[in-house]
């Protein structure tokens, strides 16, 4: 079970829960019967009855599983929450006006007792299994020192949460050693072996040492599917956020989800009505711009070359053709210059305006690629970029797009580190309103024929 699965099972079973108490409450208290006065009241309120309950979890913790790692702590929360969730609703009943404040006194305190036993009991009996459900998290340690110690302790603490410190690594000779029985594995430059061999799925950065150091070999650990994280100093905090916590040490992860489903289900619907509302207004100019090119380029029209996309899968980028004929024959794949000579008079008017780039709807349509996204770079190079530039896989969690935050900020021609920094802080940080301000920043460009490009 994932943390996120974990959460969406705690909320539906605590409003199912919640909810039928209630209702159970109004029949034990009625012998069976369901009076129309009393339980209309709670018909008329139960949505926000249950908003009310679900808010009350969040406040003490009841959905953060690092924040209730014991049956006290479980316990202590689940009736604060309860508590809290009951003195609301009966505060909104009354609000409400006489209609709604017609709930039985002996009703909501059958229905406190009973959703007290129903959402405890739950949470205990998984408690006793997660040593099961949980995945099993191994986990190293980069560092020695007191805080590697503590993180340590801590976790094993955290034991029904499946986590298991394999061991640990040392910077150097010089890292002071706060450890008590748990090995030291190696040094820095084992990090890649020791993932591996070691089996982990998680590491942990709790030396203070600037992340720089580590990042070609904590990012080819990830390509495995290990979650890599960092105790961060006040500057990485000031700079960055915290995404989790284990007890009251914070932790920041390098290897997170970069957007949540929904936004990635409502980006793909946007695409798919825009891209078709787009196709069929702009088909006019898709009809013009074929028959320039039949004249004054011959045959053929559109250009489809293979590209990486999302995952790394390929796929076949649509364009209009822009270069000579067999532009490659001679060369093989070369990427495109600035002032490239293969590029025609009509096909450089078209690449200044992106109008090369329309045919790429189709892409969009079928859910290839996106308005907004890093452009599709060839296998070709795709191969040697990531043998060369660390982290450029990174690049692909996402799909590809039309343009994206390199295009508009960086030129034509500049260098594949340079248009990675910018992919990165877009599959990163990537919203909505960050799609539509490259969007925005994108028909600027192509309006007046400027800019970056």
């Known amino acids: 079970m994932s943390r996120f699965r974990f959460i969406v099972l705690s909320l539906v079973l605590d409003a199912v829960l919640v909810n039928m108490s209630i209702v159970g409450a109004f029949f034990l208290r009625f012998a069976g019967e369901l009076p129309a006065f009393n339980f209309g009241a709670y018909l008329g309120l139960w949505p926000l009855i249950t908003a009310l309950y679900l808010g009350s979890g969040y406040v003490f913790g009841l959905y953060e599983p690092e924040r209730t790692r014991g049956r006290w702590e479980i316990g202590r929360a689940t009736l604060q929450a309860i508590t809290l969730g009951t003195v609301l609703t009966v505060a909104v009943a009354f609000f409400a006006g006489p209609r709604f404040f017609s709930f039985s006194r002996l009703v ?10 129903f959402l405890l009991g739950w949470r205990m009996a998984l408690f006793k299994m997660l040593s099961t459900l949980w995945p099993e998290q191994r986990v190293l340690i980069v560092g020695t020192g007191p805080v590697a110690a503590e993180m340590a302790a801590e976790l094993a603490r955290q034991r029904n949460w499946n986590s298991t410190v394999v061991g640990f690594v040392r910077r150097d000779a010089t890292e002071p050693q706060s450890l008590s029985a748990t090995p030291v594995l190696g040094g820095f430059a084992d990090i890649g072996e020791l993932v591996a061999a070691e089996r982990v799925n998680r590491v942990i950065v709790a030396s203070p040492v600037a992340i720089r150091e580590l990042i070609e070999d904590l990012m080819l650990a990830a390509r495995g599917g290990v979650r890599v994280e960092v105790i961060p100093e006040l500057y990485e905090i000031l700079i960055g956020t915290v995404d989790s916590t284990v007890s009251d040490i914070p932790l920041m992860e390098l290897t ?6 929904w936004s990635v289900s409502a980006k793909r619907l946007l695409d798919a009505v825009f891209s078709l509302v787009l196709t069929i207004v702009l088909s006019p100019v898709l009809v013009v711009v074929s028959l320039a090119i039949l004249a004054t380029m011959g045959r053929p029209v559109l250009f489809i070359q293979e590209r990486a996309g999302r995952n790394l899968e390929p796929f076949g980028v649509i364009k209009f053709r822009t270069m000579i004929r067999d532009a490659e024959a001679a060369t093989g794949p070369v990427l495109a210059g600035e002032h490239d000579p293969r590029v025609t008079r009509l096909g450089r008017f078209m690449r200044r305006y992106r109008i090369d780039e329309l045919p790429q709807l189709a892409n969009i349509l079928m859910g290839e690629m996106s308005f907004v996204g890093p452009r599709p770079e060839r296998p070709y190079f795709v191969e040697q970029f990531m043998r060369d530039i ?24 500049t260098t594949p580190e340079r248009k990675l920094k910018f992919d990165l802080m877009y599959v990163y940080h990537q919203t909505l309103l960050m799609d539509l301000q490259i969007l925005v920043e994108t028909a600027r460009v192509v309006l007046t024929g400027s800019g970056a490009r």
């Open 108 to 117: 909501i305190v059958i229905a406190w007792a009973l959703e007290l036993g």
């Open 256 to 261: 997170r989800a970069s957007v949540p489903g």
């Open 390 to 413: 660390p982290a450029y896989r990174e690049r692909f969690k996402v799909k590809p797009g039309v343009t994206g935050l390199a295009q508009v900020n960086g030129g034509y021609a």
